[in-house]
């Protein structure tokens, strides 16, 4: 009953909210909801933001938040509210940097992608986890964070794998799940970590830090969506072999933006990625059992239902979370269950 009035609501403030500069949107929300937060403290987990009023049923976690919309674990204590069953927060880096220049993050509303530059802007791995080590009691049971980790912009790629061990090092009993992240495109030089010659020192130190931990957890590798064919088998293969337990597809695409007629340099997300990414999912479950979670161009529950039926364990979104609104977890939510249940009950 919610879920239509909270819809309605967004479609008629939206244009006016889009009207304004995107990060300082993103900055003013992130504000206004831990104020929020801070007020109410744990009553808010009992609201549903667009949600239905009598607890739906429980379900494992299938939609999450991805990487990148929480950094720094702001919005974490409201994220069940929204309709979230999982969240990502970073990428974190062993050390805070403040990433690219502004403006680094642009909508193109017509056709629903997005587009950034931001560069791992983070207060880093230390400080994060300690915000994370605050807010984790309070989270309904069930709820998943992962990690999603990155190396500084001053790191070069040879010490890369230090940065990585470095940056889950704090996270110790603290997470579900962890990240390695070197699909970014606005780092300069990560991507070229997507080889098996330099993913394998970043995923033996990964799993050296989570061995010496009293609890175990999967460590996934996040793909961009340019990696297929015979380079994705590669790396799918010689990653499993070293241990490895699944994977997020995809990143953004990598392209150029052209703001006061300057070409920026970037990723873009949204309705652009929603083919490729399926297809990367298709291509990734032919060649593997392990844990996929899909995200990219997730717009809709029709594309939900998709990537659950091609095979992804999870999926995680984004945009779809920005044009659809505060409900859209929500409603996709609702849509899956729907269709699961009744799959099942064939
Ligand atoms: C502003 C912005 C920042 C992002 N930052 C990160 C990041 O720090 N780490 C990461 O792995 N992915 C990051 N992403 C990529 C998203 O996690 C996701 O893979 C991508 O946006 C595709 O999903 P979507 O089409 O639902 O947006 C970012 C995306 C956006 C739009």
Redesign the pocket.
Known sequence: MFTPIVSMTWKLVRPLIFLCDSEFI?NLSTFLIRSFYQVFGRAILRIKVGGPITAPHPSTPIIGL????D?NAEWLPTLPSFGFQFT?I??VTPRPQSGNDKPR?FREVSNQT?F?R?G?N?LGATMIAERLRDVKPTLPQGFEVGV?I?KNKNTRNDDAALDYAAALSPFAELVDYA?I?V??PNTVGLRDLQTLESLFPIVQASQNVILSWKKSIPLYV?LAPEVSGESLSDLIQGLESKGIDGF?L???LAGQYTHEGQALSG?W??SC??ET?LERLKQARSMTKKTLIS?????SGAHAIERIQAGADRI???????YGGPSFPWQLRSQLDNTLVSQSNR
Not at 66 to 69: I, K
Not at 316 to 322: D, K, T
């Open positions: 993103h991805a990487a990148g919309f950094k990502e970073g990428t993050l997005l950034n931001m791992f983070n999603n990155g990240v992240n699909s970014s996040k997020i995809t990143n953004t990723g997300s949204g990625l929603t990414s995200v990219g161009g997730i717009m995680q979104v984004y945009s779809g979370w920005i």
